[in-house]
């Protein structure tokens, strides 16, 4: 999707009934169980980026592993959403931004977080993303990639739920694992630890990969 078209998207109702819409999903769910499970390995009292921060959804995972959590999101309406979150206790700086043009210094936190967002860039602005993510975080990048997997079964392919590498689903779009590796090294990142988040999409994998800043 277009820079554009993600700026406008998350608007309006579409902002304040998304999680209502998708917060009992099993890809939902799975998401955050993966999301409180890697951040056990980050050091309690440490701070973190969460960009897009969206509804906050996981800002009370951030409080319960003991985080120092900013937020940022380039929706307003989303970033009403969040601060509803906020003042509720779970606690957080929420700043307008995009990923492509963070408004921190280099190494301002010692993680950084994107989920979902990568799903929706073409190869040139994933890549462009996940260099900015790494120049804001000191040690650690955590995100969220859907990629091609192995053949799929005979009843994925009969519901014709494929996905080619490259192309859309539902979409978003299923990235090639040579770009992600790409990716990850021109940034300077390494895969510390994975978890592949069950989704619903045959033919296609969803991992959740915490990644390590090279020396």
Same mark, same amino acid.
């Given at each position: 999707?277009?820079?554009?078209?993600?700026?406008?998207?998350?608007?309006?109702?579409?902002?304040?009934?998304?999680?209502?819409?998708?917060?009992?999903?099993? +890809?939902?769910?799975?998401?955050?169980?993966?999301?409180?499970?890697?951040?056990?390995? =980050?050091?309690?009292? %440490?701070?973190?980026?969460?960009?897009?921060?969206?509804?906050?959804?996981?800002?009370?995972?951030?409080?319960?592993?003991?985080?120092?959590?900013? !937020?940022?999101?380039?929706?307003?309406?989303?970033?009403?959403?969040?601060?509803? +979150?906020?003042?509720? !206790?779970?606690?957080?700086?929420?700043?307008?931004?995009?990923?492509?043009?963070?408004?921190?210094?280099?190494?301002?936190?010692? /993680?950084?977080?994107?989920?979902?967002?990568?799903?929706?860039?073409?190869? %040139?602005?994933?890549?462009?993303?996940?260099?900015?993510?790494?120049?804001? %975080?000191?040690?650690?990048?955590?995100?969220?990639?859907?990629?091609?997997?192995?053949?799929?079964?005979? =009843?994925?392919?009969?519901?014709?739920?494929?996905?080619?590498?490259?192309?859309?689903?539902?979409? /978003?779009?299923?990235?090639?694992?040579?770009?992600?590796?790409?990716?990850?090294?021109?940034?300077?990142?390494?895969?510390?630890?994975? %978890?592949?988040?069950?989704?619903?999409?045959?033919?296609?994998?969803?991992?959740?990969?915490?990644?390590?800043?090279?020396?």
């Amino acid at each position: 999707m277009e820079r554009r078209q993600l700026s406008e998207a998350y608007t309006g109702a579409f902002a304040s009934d998304y999680d209502d819409r998708r917060s009992q999903s099993a +890809k939902w769910l799975a998401e955050t169980e993966a999301v409180r499970a890697l951040l056990t390995d =980050l050091p309690k009292g %440490s701070s973190l980026l969460d960009v897009p921060v969206g509804t906050g959804r996981f800002l009370g995972l951030y409080r319960e592993a003991g985080l120092d959590a900013t !937020g940022v999101d380039v929706s307003a309406d989303m970033l009403r959403e969040a601060a509803a +979150k906020a003042i509720a !206790g779970r606690g957080a700086v929420l700043v307008g931004a995009s990923v492509f043009a963070l408004p921190f210094a280099n190494a301002a936190f010692e /993680t950084a977080l994107c989920v979902r967002l990568l799903n929706w860039l073409d190869a %040139s602005d994933f890549c462009l993303a996940l260099t900015e993510l790494a120049r804001v %975080s000191r040690r650690y990048v955590l995100v969220g990639i859907r990629s091609k997997a192995g053949r799929p079964g005979l =009843l994925g392919t009969f519901l014709g739920r494929r996905s080619a590498a490259g192309e859309t689903t539902s979409r /978003t779009i299923v990235h090639e694992k040579s770009l992600i590796a790409r990716g990850f090294r021109d940034a300077g990142l390494a895969s510390v630890r994975q %978890s592949l988040v069950p989704h619903g999409q045959a033919g296609t994998d969803y991992v959740f990969y915490l990644l390590e800043k090279r020396a």
